[in-house]
């Protein structure tokens, strides 16, 4: 019955993403069935582009310099991800604190280069009692980085905002000081440099359908998965976890389950050494998880 079914979907979604019945249910489609991904092109490039940050080995994403915690350590402020049309809802203890990792900040050298801590041309647009609402100038994506407990630390806003007063006040010769950018009305120079790492790719479509789905390695296992080099010529990057589940058992999830990926499709892995393989169009990704006792 397609009520039934209605409910173990919603029931499914629920237990492997975390993701609030209320929340759920706002992703329905007519038909009953839950939609985890958007087509907006350009909230598609900033959540991979997200992937990309949040999927990442310690400090090793170019964009992770700010220094104490690294983009995946924010995972410990983390309660759930969820994905809607105009924008993706990342729900967080200390909501201003992680928002303040996500702001960019720019440094510009004696030679004119640049160096981004943060993501580049992330805007906060609107903050209410529970939320900051971030946009993202070159994509017109958008984050919502939501309060878990609680209301939005004045205090925590406090302090973000000081340190662009802090900033404000070096003069010309201290132009290679860590500056703020994101009260910028504009995209800067330095962060205009960076629009490859949003620039789109086979794969844009597919990072953003990861993380929609990221749940399925931040919460349900509570293990780490990362990034790394593909070891198929004709894959873009393979994603790498150990303990919880198999690339099987992930890669039927995404393609054989309420949580799948529209269109993707599944190659499982020929043997332990082996890597699985996820299709979405002509992107291709590889995942390798590793069962560890």
Not at 5 to 17: F, N, Q, S, V
Not at 86 to 102: E, F, G, H, K, N
């Amino acid at each position: 019955m397609p009520y039934s079914r209605d409910k173990a979907d919603l029931a499914m979604c629920r237990e492997k993403l975390g993701i609030p019945a209320n929340y759920l249910r706002r992703m329905r489609q007519p038909n009953g069935r839950i939609s985890l991904d958007t087509e907006a092109q350009g909230q598609q490039q900033l959540q991979a582009l997200l992937f990309d940050c949040f999927f990442s080995r310690g400090a090793e994403h170019p964009f992770d310099l700010a220094g104490g915690r690294t983009f995946p350590d924010l995972l410990s402020y983390l309660g759930w991800v969820a994905p809607q049309a105009d924008r993706i809802i990342l729900q967080v203890t200390t909501a201003a604190r992680v928002t303040s990792y996500l702001v960019p900040y720019v440094r510009t050298f004696s030679d004119n280069s640049h160096e981004v801590s943060g993501i580049p041309g992330l805007r906060l647009e609107r903050l209410t009692r529970k939320a900051l609402l971030l946009r993202h100038l070159p994509t017109e994506g958008r984050i919502e980085v939501r309060e878990k407990i609680g209301e939005v630390s004045l205090q925590d806003m406090q302090n973000l905002l000081e340190e662009e007063v802090r900033a404000s006040r070096f003069d010309n010769e201290t132009k290679d000081r860590r500056r703020p950018a994101w009260t910028q009305d504009h995209l800067t120079t330095g962060e205009a440099a960076m629009a490859r790492h949003w620039a789109p790719t086979p794969t844009t479509a597919l990072r953003s359908a990861l993380l929609a789905r990221a749940n399925l390695w931040w919460t349900s296992h509570r293990h780490r998965a990362h990034l790394a080099p593909a070891r198929r010529s004709n894959a873009e990057r393979c994603l790498r976890w150990a303990n919880g589940s198999t690339a099987a058992e992930i890669g039927r999830l995404l393609t054989d389950s309420p949580l799948r990926i529209p269109a993707a499709r599944f190659t499982p892995p020929s043997g332990p050494e082996d890597v699985g393989l996820i299709r979405l169009g002509d992107g291709i990704l590889e995942l390798k998880g590793e069962i560890r006792v």
